[in-house]
Nanobody, 118 residues
Framework: QLQLAESGGGLVQAGGSLRLSCVVS????????MGWYRQAPGKEREPVAR????????YLAESVEGRFTISRDNTKNMVYLQMISLKPEDTAIYYC???????????WGRGTQVTVSS
């Protein structure tokens, strides 16, 4: 299991930027793919970005491609999501987690709220 703590959210105008951080505790972090997910009001949680254990391979959802960048620092047990050109539809609670644990019903952190005003 991993313990996850997200931070860096806030209120920003459309077109603005935010950088989300996630500190991860647990021995499996450095060998696990990690991802960012988001849940907008009234909607199901959806994957946004994913990064391989070594940071070499990344995946971005089509809705955020070209605007979001996922990265990680295994020496600091951190995962990041750099977001630029934010849109009102990016408003959601953002969570990080390991995709492998998500499919097995793993627990989630509290997330961090991102609100983009038009």
């Amino acid at each position: 299991q991993l313990q996850l703590a997200e931070s860096g959210g806030g209120l920003v105008q459309a077109g603005g930027s935010l950088r989300l951080s996630c500190v991860v505790s647990g021995p499996a972090f450095s060998t696990s793919s990690m991802g960012w997910y988001r849940q907008a009001p009234g909607k199901e949680r959806e994957p946004v970005a994913r990064i391989s254990w070594n940071g070499i391979t990344t995946y971005l959802a089509e809705s955020v491609e070209g605007r979001f960048t996922i990265s990680r620092d295994n020496t600091k047990n951190m995962v990041y999501l750099q977001m630029i050109s934010l849109k009102p539809e990016d408003t959601a609670i953002y969570y990080c987690n390991a995709p492998g644990l998500v499919t097995r019903g793993g627990s989630w952190g509290r997330g961090t709220q991102v609100t983009v005003s038009s």
